[in-house]
């Protein structure tokens, strides 16, 4: 690939050198007029192919141009000036620098038209000043870098809107030193298609010096790549709204980073962490909206301040490295089971508050009634026992509670001022585990026991709703969910389950550190985590405040993906499911299937003394399409009335075990 690159190259510039070249500078000596060959030395009005020098010093009268223009290089020194006048700037010299402007001055005197500049190579822009709104296209092709200001000792100024779009190149910098940006700023990363593009990583440095942005900021990436704003050493101040739109593949973590104060929205389908530096001031997004669309959480490393309002759209954020923290008056909306904080927030204020804290898959808010003072902090993180181990007995509680949740606790504290709360707790809970929402109450660990604050009243469905603490809170800590009587589930504390393969079986085990009213554990298997089969019982310990493992064996896991889960279940007939766990069983297939792709008929054929018994045909949504129960070697299996697509093929043999195979049926 290299020698490729280099013969290509030196193809290139042995043909650039072979046409004419014309170095030519400016001196202004009659008019202002681009298209006048006095004003050029030597005497010739500049071509496609020319190298065009404008100095600082020298200069009778300053360019203006009366037309559009291409050259080969432009070249504009310290004290340089360029008035555009409406039309289009065009430069393009192969394999080399195109675009060089240092201390230029670069306006536009023509009522309702923009600066226009068009960039195929190298350029960079450097302590210039841009007097209207400016939009600046690159297609370079063959280097790896271009940079906008990446001169440390200098910075530019936009007097109007900036307009960036990149097309051509791996590297792409702008405002590598403090720029100030007057109106708003758009940069749109597209694909880079040069001949050297899988050399290098697409890679978009923003504001890496620090900037300021009296506007909006506007980041759309076409293709992915890396992005990092900022940087660790100067704060980038964005006054209006940030939009970065990813649509593409997943860019890796540590490439986003934001300094300053702005509203800060993220779309689009990719992994982002924000952070910045030792010595500088906690970040504020006056306004912050997470609309993320893959399955990567937004993490944040340094404290984030919202004044304004946080907006969840969809995907998270993880904030266990350090606190979200509302200001007194900010305001959330949006939270739901897919778009929620997973970890630790904070807020400031006088007014009733709902913190939109969960566990990553499902919201479990909790609310406090409106303190007294606007300065008062509270702070909240929802921690589950099974991640957490669980530090507090659940068998130490009050006679009056007859259970206490094993899903987690709300870990509520309050970090300054002296108003006391009633809250409210946000269940979410399986079917089954709710059947009397009277029975809920609120408890509260009071550091050797869990104490009843009562039911001051719920509100919700069996499923997802709330219950409200009896009476104000003076004491905090812990809080969780609790019940009275039998009818409510709130099952075992299941705190480990794993599953290994051990000659060929599937050897699964977990344990409890607390059972209430337990029953039995029935073990659940599929092979495509939608089609469940109970596979066998364990005996639960009935009640037990102490640890107590479990083992299972599997003697018949099929080749491939094998997927587990535990239903617990309490002897009132209540219940509720572990989290899914899988591995991957490795063996010699013993069947053959052929032919793989196939459009009419597919054949089995047995390596194994032992015959097939049974064979299903299953379609991507689960469902079995095709059943053989007696196999007929000569006959196959007819799918020819199936649809194309990717089918599971279960294979049944007469010892009993089970095969997986995958074919696809096309035509």
Known sequence: MHTLIKTCLAILFVCVINFSSYAQTWTGAISSDWNVSGNWLPAV???????????????????????????????????????????????????????????????????????????????????????????????????????????????????????????GNAYFSLSFSRSVFEGNVEFIRGRFGGITSGLYTQRSQLFSGGATIRGNFRYTNLVGGELTIGSDESNTNIAGNVDIVHSGPVIPSHNITIGGTSNFKLVGNFRAYIYNGSGFSPFVFKNLEIATTGQETLGISRTITIPGHLTF????????????????????????????????????????????????????????????????????????????????????????????????????????????????????????????????????????RWEDLGNGG???????????????????????????????????????????????????????????????????????????????VANAAYNSNSVINYQFVHNNPVQGINYYRLKMIDRDATFAYSKIIDFELIKKASLTLYPNPVSKKVYLKSDSLFG??????????????????????????????????????????????????????KR
């Not at 065009?52 to 000036?81: A, D, Y």
């Not at 812990?478 to 504390?493: H, I, K, R």
């Not at 070697?633 to 043999?653: F, P």
Request: charged share 15%; net charge negative.
């Open 45 to 167: 009005i500049p071509n496609i192919d020319s190298d065009i020098v404008i100095p600082g010093t020298g200069v009778t009268n300053w360019p203006v141009l009366s037309g559009n223009i291409s050259l080969g290089l432009l070249q504009m020194g310290p004290g340089s000036q360029l008035d555009t006048h409406g039309f289009r700037i065009s430069v393009g010299k192969i394999v080399s620098m195109s675009l060089s402007l240092n201390g230029a001055l670069i306006k536009n005197t023509k009522p309702g038209t923009d600066i226009f500049i068009y960039v195929f190579s190298i350029a960079t822009i450097t302590n210039c000043t841009f007097e209207g709104n400016t939009e600046i296209i690159y297609e370079g092709m063959f280097l790896d870098r271009t940079r906008i200001d990446y001169a440390g000792e200098g910075s530019n100024h936009y007097k109007g809107n900036l307009k960036v779009t990149e097309n």
């Open 458 to 536: 719920t509100s919700g469905s069996l499923t997802v709703g709330k219950v409200l603490s009896a009476g104000a809170v003076s004491s905090f800590s812990p809080f969780t969910l609790a019940t009275v009587g039998s009818e409510n589930a709130l099952p075992v504390t299941l705190t480990d389950i794993s599953v290994q393969n051990e000659n060929q079986t599937a050897i699964l085990k977990w344990s409890t550190t607390n059972e209430v009213n337990s029953d039995k554990f029935e073990i659940e298997h599929s092979f495509n985590a939608k089609i469940w089969q109970n596979i066998g």
């Open 612 to 665: 097939i018994k049974q064979v299903e045909l299953i379609d991507n949504l689960g469902q079995i399409v095709t059943k053989v129960e007696l196999y007929n070697s000569t006959n196959g299996i007819d799918v020819s009335n199936l649809s194309e697509g990717s089918y599971l093929v279960k294979v049944e043999l007469s010892n009993g075990l089970l095969e997986m195979h995958r074919i696809l049926l």
């Open 313 to 448: 759209t969809s995907g998270y954020i993880n904030s266990t490295s350090a606190p979200i923290i509302l200001a007194d008056g900010a305001t959330v909306s949006g939270a739901s089971n897919t778009s929620h904080i997973i970890g630790q927030v904070q807020k400031i204020g006088d007014e009733e508050f709902t913190f939109p804290v969960g566990d990553g898959t499902k919201l479990l808010p909790l609310t406090i009634s409106a303190p007294s003072a606007s300065t008062d902090k509270f702070g909240v993180s929802f921690k589950q026992f099974f991640s957490y181990g669980n530090p507090y007995s659940l068998s130490s509680k009050d006679a009056s509670l007859s259970k206490v949740s094993n899903r987690g606790y709300w870990d509520l504290s309050r970090l300054s001022g002296t108003s006391n709360v009633q809250i409210t707790l946000g269940y979410n809970e399986d079917e089954g585990n709710v059947k009397n929402t009277s029975q809920l109450r609120v408890a509260h660990w009071q550091g050797t």
